[in-house]
């Protein structure tokens, strides 16, 4: 259904809000970059790029820091459904990852290559230079005991939930300073009840996604499997790689793909001249 039409179905007490909503997602989107343009990385990096390489094994969790302009690539070895991130600013971890507001205002649920994930504070954390599966969930949120005692009848095994409190604890933070997590390699929809679902296919062993830090930042890994994912509890391990990617370009895709991302890193321009970091 064409954008300037599709409000018409609306009628009741949400009709203006719903016809608000597509008027401002069809201007965005006209003004967007086309997005097959994110060409991303090289399959295969060159070894004197890589500064550090993690294996996280099934179930497990890992903190590591990611200082600005470095590229943190979670290579899926095994196919595992579901590994979930938190990202928080290195220099003031009062800032961190915001699910809803990378939503909201990218107007885009399915992040994936050229899309960028933003704080509660408006600016920049990381941005998404490349994604060989494509479809990555920052709307359910990772796996609790409740989760898996549901799923598997086991409310003991290893979960998101508790991985990220233990590695908050590990970093001078706590519960409350966990927020929504943003979990690749989960293809997840809404069905026509409005009910979340898992859709298709999970990865493939060997797909990956490149997280480039816009800042200096503190990233949580949860190696547990998405809360819907099919099959048994079965995570396999993981690798973490950290190499130094190149520069980006004046006119690099991740910075300049929409009006919203540009103002993301105008805040992350103002931020670092603060600091004295431009």
Known sequence: MAEASRSEKYTGPYAAQQERYYRLFGGAKAKARDFSEATGNPATLPADLIRSRETVPGGWAHALPLARGETLRVLNTHGTPGVSLLFYNAKDRSERFNAGDTVKIQWNARLSRGRV?????????????????????????????????????????RNTRNNFILLASKNGLDKRDVPPCLTLFAPVGVDGGGMFRWEGEGPKPGDHVDLRAELDLLVFVSNAPHPFAPGDYAPKEIDLVVWNSPPPSADDFCRTATEEAVRGFENNARYLAALGEE
């Not at 504070?121 to 796996?143: K, P, Q």
Request: hydrophobic share 35%; no cysteine; aromatic share 8%.
């Open 117 to 157: 994930l933003f704080s509660d504070m408006g600016r920049v954390l990381a941005s998404i230079t490349d994604d060989t599966f494509g479809h990555n969930d920052a709307l359910t949120g990772g796996s609790t005991p409740a989760s898996n005692a549901e799923r598997y009848g086991d409310a003991t095994l």
